[in-house]
């Protein structure tokens, strides 16, 4: 019994002396990212043609918030002092020729999806305040049945986790980024979101070149919401531009960064949360794909950048059940 302590108390002492050994480097070892060393893609000199129906709108539908964290492990070179709640949540898009999701949040089945996590996993990325958009929609008088389709930014936990919760809806995602799924493990992926009965709709981006993006997907042909691959966090992330009638214009990052200061530094994720849950699949990818936003935030300041996670940015958008246009 002694020994076994003893042997314990020095792996517990050896984790917490590399854990402060880490969080001492971490100003060493982040810092933002060097913009030249990045490919330029050409950006057009103006906005493509849209044409978006007067009846377009979106609203944001809040699912969760996980616990207070330190913005220090939300974004390289943040501030430990300050506190951050990322938010889980699904953007509704309705439009005349049908509603979709872009993301789900978390869903009614969270619970026993999470629970395949490890114990590190479970207390790391742990939620509060779940409010399912299946059940919210439901209680403003949408039945589930009116969303159409379902296009996930890419498939981690946190973005599929309602899936089964509209079972009418087709999910339309890139065959790598399916692909990557299924092979995937807990923390990121969670096999009992998307096994089974999910009604799958394999797209390509067949359009052009947009915005820098070397090729892009007009989901309505009218240029209001459109597609373009942002592969780095995942092997198939996608973004999502959307054009409003009012003449605004967004682009929804994923999990490009998971707060704004990441694509206005730029900057990407703190090092030691990189090393602990391994939570981009191509780093280098990730990086080209932040100083992209970064730089078409510049070229066209009017442009509201939206990373899924981001509380702050989410306040000033409209809360489900408003909508804007």
Excluded: C
Aim: zero cysteines.
């Amino acid at each position: 019994m002694k020994k076994w302590l003893v042997r314990g108390a020095a792996v517990l002492a050896g984790t917490v002396t590399v854990l402060v050994a880490a969080l001492a480097l971490m100003p060493v070892l982040e810092g933002p990212l060097d913009e030249p060393a990045y490919a330029a893609p050409p950006l057009p000199g103006g906005w493509p043609d849209a044409r978006p129906p007067q009846a377009l709108a979106y609203s944001l539908i809040h699912t969760s918030t996980t616990q207070a964290t330190p913005e220090a492990l939300v974004v390289a070179g943040g501030r430990w002092g300050t506190e951050r709640r990322p938010l889980h949540a699904a953007v509704l898009v309705r439009h005349p020729q049908g509603s979709f999701l872009f993301d789900t949040g978390l869903g009614r089945r969270v619970a026993e999806q999470f629970a395949v996590n490890s114990a590190f996993h479970r207390q790391f990325f742990a939620y509060e305040g779940l409010a399912p958009a299946a059940d919210q929609l439901a209680a403003h008088g949408v039945p589930v049945g009116e969303i159409r389709r379902i296009i996930p930014s890419h498939m981690h936990w946190d973005h599929v986790s309602g899936l089964k919760d509209f079972p009418d809806a087709e999910v339309w995602v890139g065959a790598e980024e399916l692909e990557h799924a299924r092979h995937g493990q807990p923390p990121g992926f969670i096999a009992s979101q998307f096994d089974g009965d999910v009604r799958w709709r394999l797209f390509e981006f067949d359009g052009p070149a947009y915005m820098g993006y070397p090729a892009s997907l007009d989901l309505f042909g009218d240029g209001s919401a459109v597609l373009v691959p942002m592969q780095g966090h995942t092997a198939g992330q996608v973004g999502l531009f959307l054009a409003l009638p009012s003449g605004q214009r967004l682009f929804f990052i994923g999990d490009t960064t998971w707060a704004l200061e990441g694509v206005t530094a730029p900057a990407e994720r703190p090092w030691l949360v990189r090393r602990l849950s391994n939570v981009d699949h191509d780093e280098a990818r990730n990086r080209a794909a932040i100083v992209h936003v970064h730089r078409l935030m510049r070229a066209f300041p009017e442009l509201v950048v939206v990373p899924a996670h981001d509380e702050r940015v989410a306040a000033r958008l409209p809360r489900f059940p408003a909508f804007a246009r």
